[in-house]
């Protein structure tokens, strides 16, 4: 059976690479074989594409070529990776995905869904994440907690209007597709935080589990 594609997504310094490690465990600890992999990035193509998009340069980078680097590293991440791993059953857990696309590109920089929708369908066809787990926390708070661990990178030297921008696309998203977006409060302890993600994770397990037994 083909595998689950989960996407982990959220503002800057939500908690996900500190999440994930959790998620990990937690797929290991159900014997659920995965790989673990990010955007932008994922393949050595594609992690490059990544180092161009976040360093920090004089020249301004525009929109659609923004953009159009997004899709063109998940182009070769899906055609490497992630479509290859579903299709020997092993379940993908990716550090941020299109919904990035949706929020950062779409919201933040104000460019709309329109040209991002047409990409998507070009890049991905019908493909989209199985589950999409939207950590949520306040931007002060995320950029208060991404300033403590480094350097800002070229995203994160954006003013909070931007990210406000981006948690609301996120926060829209999943409320007009409640069945595959889960909002966790991210505000909470790590503690508390970990205890939802392992419920939804529970519950999405239990309905794919349903889904092997009535074929
Ligand atoms: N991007 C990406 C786009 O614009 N379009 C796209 O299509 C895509 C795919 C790179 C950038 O690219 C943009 C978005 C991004 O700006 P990234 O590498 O995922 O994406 O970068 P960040 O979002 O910047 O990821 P970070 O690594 O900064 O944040 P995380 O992973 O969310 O946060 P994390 O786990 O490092 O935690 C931050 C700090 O908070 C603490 C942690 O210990 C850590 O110190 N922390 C908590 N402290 C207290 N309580 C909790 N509950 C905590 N959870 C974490």
Not at 84 to 106: E, H, I, K, S
């Amino acid at each position: 059976m083909r595998g689950r594609f989960i996407t982990i997504e959220g503002t800057e310094g939500v908690g996900k690479t500190t999440n994930i490690d959790y998620i990990k465990q937690w797929l290991d600890d159900n014997g659920i074989s995965f790989v673990n992999t990010r955007e932008p990035g994922g393949t050595p193509l594609a992690e490059e594409i990544r180092e161009v998009l976040l360093s920090n340069r004089e020249e301004q980078v525009c929109s659609k070529a923004e953009l159009l680097m997004m899709f063109a590293g998940r182009a070769q991440h899906i055609d490497q990776v992630i479509e290859p791993q579903l299709a020997m059953g092993n379940w993908v857990l990716c550090d941020r995905f299109t919904d990035a696309t949706y929020a950062y590109q779409g919201a933040g920089r104000e460019m709309g869904n329109a040209l991002i929708e047409s990409l998507e369908t070009m890049v991905q066809g019908s493909m989209r994440p199985d589950l999409t787990l939207v950590l949520d926390v306040p931007v002060e708070l995320g950029l208060e907690r991404a300033g403590k661990r480094s350097e800002p990178d070229r995203f994160e030297l954006e003013k909070t209007d931007f990210f406000n921008r981006v948690r609301q696309a996120y926060l829209s998203m999943a409320e007009k597709s409640p069945e595959r977006y889960k909002v966790i409060d991210a505000s909470n302890s790590l503690v508390q935080v970990q205890q939802q993600i392992s419920l939804v994770l529970c519950n999405f397990l239990n309905k794919h589990q349903d889904e092997i037994s009535s074929q």
